[in-house]
């Protein structure tokens, strides 16, 4: 529903990078992690984050590489570190910003402070890791064949859904 209102308000942001990448990382996040099953506690909370950064990318390649022309091989395991370092960076300018409307000026600027450190950590270690010689490739897909890509990745996930209806006993074909 968003995705329809927005490109109906401003449908300049259908060809905005931004706007693509955002909706297609959180569409392959949301409509795929929750079919994925884990048995215990610990895989869901060890394995899901790589999962969701992984189905993000999945999602992303065709269009990140048509506007940017490469491919982020370690942005799965680059996520792991840094999706806790955010969420601390996130944590600390909250508060910040909190204490400031308090008029609570020490504590604001300590977590100011911090939220600055951690920033400068993220920055650092983002350099470090895309300077890597194998962090990303070059890739410039013909434009043609990013629905062809779409299109097989759909059809992946429909035929998977249909093998996993077809093992509880449920033919869904013969649903419609």
């Keep these: 529903m968003a995705l329809l209102i927005s490109s109906l308000l401003k449908p300049d942001w259908l060809v905005s990078p931004g706007f693509l ?17 884990l048995k215990t506690a610990i895989a869901k909370y060890t394995v ?8 993000a990318q999945i999602f992303t390649i065709p269009v990140s590489s048509l506007f940017f022309g490469n491919v982020s091989l370690l942005s799965p395991l680059s996520n792991l570190v840094f999706l806790p370092l955010v969420f601390i960076f996130l944590s600390e300018t909250l508060l910040a910003v909190l204490f400031s409307f308090l008029r609570l000026y020490l504590l604001s600027s300590r977590f100011s402070a911090c939220a600055h450190v951690i920033a400068q950590i993220i920055i650092k270690l983002a350099a470090k890791i895309s ?12 434009i043609f064949l990013i629905p062809i890509y779409y299109l ?5 996930i429909l035929f998977l859904e249909i093998r996993k209806d077809d093992s509880n006993g449920v033919d869904v074909r013969n649903i419609m």
Excluded: C, R
Aim: glycine fraction near 2%.
């Design 21 to 37: 990448l955002s909706y297609l990382a959180t569409f392959g996040i949301v409509y795929l992690l929750p079919k994925i099953k």
């Design 131 to 142: 300077s890597l010689p194998f962090a990303s490739i070059s890739f410039h897909p013909k």
């Design 48 to 55: 899901y984050p790589f999962l969701a950064s992984f189905l």
């Design 152 to 156: 097989i990745i759909t059809l992946i």
